[in-house]
């Protein structure tokens, strides 16, 4: 038995065989923790297997078998190794940004509640008794917070999003330069509420969100002319908090083309607007 960490399952897969000398298909896996490209950077995580060679034990009497008999034998199904969900999403990762998550990040976030249990927590039916529940932890988790911030606010912004807004004297604080901040605080309250209730987060500091808005609606008008005039049109380069408030207006404005959004060589991104080609 051997335990393997590589960057993907699929890596992890060749170099346990290449290490116990045999093919993927007689390995016998258990994903220990499941590849992860993170967010922003942050939380990424590689491929951890433990493996060994299945029939071990029959291993050298079926090979004198084969040589006597001079028979091949069919390759086993690797069968008896169950790949978590988590596996295949990331495979899809690219898909997955093409195909956008909208303004309220939820894309890309299954890998970090993969192994949280909410078995037990009670089924909750009506979304007021989830938005009381939620005020109260959430302002539980920030009563020690060293910012002087009033208390947090949280509604339901529709049936199946909650709004949570952070207001105070330095409420901006919690924004962060270029709203690094908002994007982790952001990341980390999506996995929380939706992981747990199954509903979306939009996350409202100090009026932030309605500001990137606003000044992605005004930028958004030369994009409409363009597409207006040519028929496709593709977006500056936006960073992480605009380029999905543009995605959403873009997509919700012209719903029978191609929106997606595509990324530099440096990874910046921008969104493209085009026909679909058949």
Not at 132 to 160: G, M, P, R
Not at 224 to 231: K, P, Q
């Amino acid at each position: 038995m051997i335990k393997i960490e590589s960057i993907s399952l699929e890596q992890a897969y060749k170099e346990a065989a290449e290490s116990l000398n045999c093919s993927v298909t007689e390995l016998v896996v258990e994903v220990v923790q499941a590849p992860s490209s993170g967010f922003l950077g942050f939380f990424k995580k590689k491929a951890v297997i433990v493996a060994t060679v299945k029939n071990i034990s029959e291993a050298p009497k079926k090979k004198k078998q084969e040589v006597k008999k001079e028979k091949t034998v069919t390759p086993t199904v690797l069968n008896d190794t169950i790949l978590p969900e988590s596996f295949v999403s990331d495979q899809e990762e690219d898909l997955d940004e093409d195909l956008g998550s909208g303004l309220d990040y939820t894309a890309d976030y299954d890998d970090a509640y993969d192994e949280v249990d909410y078995e037990d927590e009670p089924v909750h039916t009506n979304i007021s008794e989830i938005v009381a529940e939620v005020k109260h932890d959430i302002n539980q988790l920030f009563k020690t917070i060293c910012f002087d911030i009033e208390e947090i606010e949280v509604s339901a912004y529709d049936d199946t999003t909650l709004l949570i807004e952070f207001k105070g004297e330095d409420a901006a604080l919690l924004i962060g330069k270029e709203g690094y901040r908002y994007k982790a605080l952001s990341y980390m309250l999506f996995n929380w509420i939706n992981a747990k209730y199954d509903l979306q987060l939009r996350l409202e500091i100090a009026e932030f969100l309605q500001n990137q808005e606003e000044a992605v609606a005004k930028y958004l008008e030369g994009v409409y002319e363009i597409v207006e005039r040519d028929g496709r049109a593709q977006t500056k380069i936006l960073d992480g908090v605009l380029v999905q408030i543009a995605l959403k207006e873009l997509r919700n404005r012209y719903p029978d083309k191609y929106v997606v959004i595509r990324s530099t060589k440096e990874g910046l991104k921008y969104i493209i607007i085009n026909d679909y080609h058949v």
